[in-house]
């Protein structure tokens, strides 16, 4: 029998045999501790440049002038130096995950803290959060890629990154770990739950040395005063979510129009969301920035419900703005400062008709954060547990639980695609969402998949059509041009089509919609989108760009996988 | 993406690992080293905005100007939420302007950190006494005296002690108030301004003796001290030596020459040493006359409480009225003994029982004379 060495045995317990999987796990620790400092200096910095542009009992002015300087100033960075590093940091850490096999730059890391301490600093209405995301997620690939870990290894760190990032962000460990786990990689039970925990940890205890023992936010120990009030805490939900939905749809609205406008204009387009912050903050100094004092404040229940009423509309209109004319920066605190005025506002109403009944209005405004959080981002669980995070108080729980899940619900029912896989199909990638993640389980399509196939041209008539499919054994096949995918057409359509189409192209026209699947999809799925398409042949596609075909995948391919003979001679 | 791929899978060479590790180590110390400057410089600009802030609403609040001393000092609070001075402050001020549902909150998270703070439970229980929670506010006020003080503590102690004892004095728990009162007395030996409270909050609670031996107490410290002569004098009129009163008031009005209170005090005193019928070398006749003039008093009193509780007409007061009437209009001897003189006192005293039952204890400045009065027959 052959005696094992200590550390044969520790590997062996841990399960860590594999030598990328070793350095998989020391660099996740090294990555908590150099996120966790890159992410303090990133809110430090901010904060001081912020300080220096508004010093304390400042001009008027300065609220006009230091947002449209800010966005001038970051909105040409970007522009000519950093163009990844628009936006808020997910969908692109996003993007960087699931199409660019984990690949982030230095620059554009470089980049966002850059561009993001400038423009969040100016007063614009993002937050830090997501940007931190992506500088996490950044430093993680450019670490895995220096270490010459594989592809697949440099995906995994990609999450390790983010919940590093977004532990020191929001100071919220396990709600880092939840988010990277729900929205970044859409799995509760991803493999990489370890190194996702470890890096949290890390970066939040790198925090907790230097920051101290801060929460984010003060908020006083709140408890339920009657059970009348899960009926308010419910019209919260509602009123949370309506207004959850009216975020997300005018962000996407307004990001279409700024992508109509034309590419010259791309430099100046951010200045747009520093007009507006310049003039809301010229008359409403609180709606600046991200807002975090303003909301300590609402917590504690010291506010006018008119204010915070006000302040909600604005931001509701200031943040997707912002956003949409492609300033860098979040919208996860703008969410909860939006959540915090409408649930305040809610509160203050409630507490003013049933003072005996109702908690005081800070209780509603903490409820609120986790409200709107659930419904713009669209991580219950995550919103959940941020908010007990941030307070460190169970009592409120149930009633932000009920109120989250009311808001999650009507954002769903509102508002179909989540904002960033929105965010992400209007830039033309398909990422996957929640519900198509678990359908990337089983053997990959890509696996399957038949390389070089050619399409066959939209100009061809129906005999070259039919000629193809007898070639192919087939009863569909992918038509476009030049390698670019036009839809798919089945014998069928060709036969029962009135009156006979001259060429495919006509037929296209008519059935614009097409089955495809992309490479990471199982093929479990690729046979359901052949049964709802009635086809036998789907097109594999990027996810960048869905009439870019990689190639095709067959019913009689699918079966050949799991050893089913496609035709009953076979069998035989 | 083409130049991205070839990134991936490229195992470094040990060197190559060496060098990327140094740099790392090197990122991390500079990031640390930028990280900590960067939160001095934070700390320092938000330290010296919050105290700034919070001098600047002390002094608001000092001036009485609340609202905007309340906006100064939740800043000052925000910016440093760890100085528990400020948010007390900022309780204070909230307390002030009626705003308990604002206060108490705040009220709740300094107590989870702080439960022994002797400052946070003082603004606890002025915040219970807002809400009318005086059972509530004698706990914190009790909590607030053995609590921690960082500086001057025993000072604070007798402070939180002596609105402690306003608040029981307002309640009427005379039982109470004794027991604050006298450690009070120990603690503040040398504070002059609270013996002479303690020696009226004694007198409150009908222990004119202790309240006397302060003021005794307080004259050998300072002879001069007028209002240390008066209160001995108030002291000596409820004991009943109403001679000393009138030498206390006096020596009070000869260095407070024009002082109202204590003039009245000296024409209590003189009113009630002329009424006085217990001195032992008194003529039988002239303390029959003072007796007389007593229940004349007591019976114009009790006709003057009736007619203005027309609805309160007991049975026995109507007795009583009429029992004092009969020996009014009775004929005066010629010559009176102690025992005529005591009678016609009893009648005073059963007259005076009967307005207190009808009209309560409590009496007009004129009326001052004879409640003392009957108080001391009744000893």
Not at chain 1, 356 to 362: D, H, I, Q, S, V
Not at chain 1, 508 to 524: C, E, G, M, R, T
Not at chain 2, 251 to 256: G, W
Not at chain 2, 286 to 300: D, N, P, T, V, W
Request: aromatic fraction near 6%; include cysteine; hydrophobic fraction near 45%.
């Amino acid at each position: 029998m052959v005696k094992l060495s200590l550390r044969s045995k520790l590997l062996n317990w841990t399960g860590f045999r594999n030598p990328e999987d070793q350095v998989s796990i020391v660099l996740s620790i090294v990555i908590g501790v150099l996120v966790g400092l890159t992410v303090v200096a990133f809110i430090l910095l901010t904060g001081r440049l912020a300080t220096r542009m508004y010093p304390p009992g400042g001009a008027a002015w300065r609220r006009l002038l230091v947002p449209i300087a800010g966005t001038l100033v970051s909105g040409y960075l970007l522009f000519r130096y950093f163009p990844n590093a628009r936006g808020s940091g997910i969908p692109q850490t996003k993007f960087a995950l699931f199409i660019q096999d984990g690949y982030i730059s230095l620059r554009t890391v470089i980049g966002k803290f850059v561009a993001c301490s400038i423009s969040l600093a100016s007063g614009i209405a993002l937050g830090r959060e997501g940007p931190s995301v992506q500088i996490g997620a950044g430093i993680a690939s450019v670490l895995g890629r220096r270490f010459g870990l594989s592809k697949t290894n440099v995906k995994a760190l990609l999450p390790v990154g983010s919940s590093a990032a977004l532990a020191a962000a929001f100071n919220t460990p396990i709600a880092a770990v939840l988010f990277s786990l729900e929205e970044i990689l859409g799995d509760l039970h991803a493999p990489v739950l370890a190194s996702v925990v470890l890096s949290s940890a890390t970066s939040w205890m790198v925090l907790h040395l230097i920051l101290g023992d801060q929460p984010l936010f003060h908020v006083p120990a709140y408890k339920l005063v009657n059970p009348l009030e899960f009926g308010i805490y419910a019209i919260l939900g509602v009123i949370g979510g309506l207004g959850s939905v009216c975020f997300v749809k005018l962000l996407l609205k307004l990001r279409i129009r700024f992508r109509q406008l034309p590419a010259s204009t791309v430099w100046l387009q951010p200045v747009a969301g520093g007009v507006l912050m310049g003039v809301f903050g010229l008359f409403m100094p609180e709606v600046l920035g991200v807002g975090y004092d303003y909301v300590d404040r609402v917590l504690t229940g010291d506010f006018p419900v008119k204010i915070v009423a006000l302040l909600a509309v604005m931001k509701i209109i200031a943040t997707p703005t912002c956003y949409s004319s492609g300033n860098a920066g979040g919208i996860f605190g703008p969410s909860l400062f939006i959540g915090a005025m409408i649930g305040g506002a809610v509160g203050s109403i409630a507490h003013t008709l049933l003072p005996g009944l109702t908690a005081n209005p800070g209780a509603y405004a903490l409820v609120g954060m986790g409200t709107a959080f659930a419904g713009i981002v669209r991580t219950p669980i995550t919103s959940v547990i941020m908010i007990f995070e941030m307070t460190r108080d169970y009592t409120i729980i149930v009633p932000l639980m009920i109120s989250n899940l009311i808001s999650f619900f009507i954002s769903q029912q509102l508002q179909r695609e989540p904002i960033y896989e929105a965010l992400a199909l209007q830039e033309g990638v398909y990422l996957p969402t929640g519900e198509s993640r678990e359908e990337l389980t089983g053997i990959p399509v890509g696996n399957v998949m038949r390389t070089g196939v050619a399409l066959l041209s939209s100009d061809v008539d129906v005999a070259t059509a039919k000629q193809q499919f007898e070639k192919e054994k087939v009863h569909s096949w992918p038509i476009g041009d030049h390698n670019y995918l036009q839809g798919v057409v089945r014998s069928h359509d060709i036969e029962t089509a009135q009156p006979s189409p001259a060429a495919m192209r006509d037929l296209i026209k008519a059935h614009p919609d097409y089955p495809y699947v992309h490479s990471d999809h199982p093929l479990s799925y690729a046979l359901e989108r052949m049964g709802t398409a009635g086809v036998d042949v789907v097109p594999v596609v990027s996810r960048a760009n869905i009439h870019q075909m990689y190639g095709i995948v067959t019913l009689a391919g699918i079966l050949a996988t799991y050893g089913v003979p496609a035709t009953a001679s076979e069998v035989k | 993406m083409t130049g991205a791929n070839q990134d991936f899978g490229r195992r470094p060479s040990t060197n190559s690992l060496v060098g990327l590790a140094f740099i790392i180590a090197f990122v991390i110390v500079a990031l640390a080293f930028i990280d900590s400057a960067l939160e001095k410089a934070e700390r320092r600009d938000l330290e010296s905005q919050a105290q700034q802030a919070h001098a600047q609403g002390a002094q608001l609040v000092r001036q009485g100007k609340l609202d905007p001393a309340i906006e100064l000092l939740r800043k000052a609070h925000t910016l440093e939420r760890d100085n528990t001075l400020y948010e007390l402050d900022l309780i204070d001020a909230l307390i002030k302007t009626k705003r308990s549902d604002d206060a108490e909150p705040l009220m709740n998270e300094i107590l989870l950190h702080e439960p022994d703070d002797g400052r946070a439970n003082l603004s606890a229980a002025r915040l219970a006494l807002e809400k009318g929670k005086s059972a509530d506010a004698i706990s914190y006020y009790h909590r607030a005296i053995y609590g921690d003080w960082p500086q001057n503590a025993p000072a604070h102690r007798v402070a939180a002690r002596m609105e402690l004892v306003h608040l029981l004095a307002v309640e009427g728990r005379k039982q109470e108030l004794l027991a604050e009162l006298l450690p009070l007395e120990e603690e503040a030996k040398t504070n002059i301004p609270i013996q002479k409270e303690l020696g009226r909050l004694f007198l409150v609670v009908g222990s004119p003796s202790r309240a006397a031996e302060a003021y005794r107490a307080m004259i050998d410290r300072n002879p001069k001290d007028a209002d240390a002569h008066s209160g001995l004098g108030d002291a000596e009129l409820e004991m009943g030596e109403y001679r000393n009163a009138r030498a206390a008031f006096l020596t009070a009005l000869h260095y407070k020459p024009r002082d109202a209170s204590i003039q009245k005090g000296l024409d209590l005193s003189k009113a009630l040493t002329d009424l006085d019928p217990t001195p032992r070398r008194l003529a039988s006749m002239e303390k029959y006359r003072r007796s007389i003039h007593i229940l004349q008093l007591a019976y114009g009193n009790l006709n003057a409480c009736l007619a203005q509780h027309p609805g309160v007409q007991p049975a026995d007061a109507a007795q009583e009225l009429s029992t004092a009437g009969d020996a009014l209009a009775a004929k005066p001897p010629s010559h009176a003994n102690n025992e005529l003189s005591e009678s016609v006192l009893g009648i005073a005293e059963k007259t005076w029982q009967a307005r207190v039952a009808v009209c309560g204890a409590t009496v007009s400045r004129q009326d001052e004379a004879l409640r003392l009065i009957v108080e001391k027959l009744a000893q």
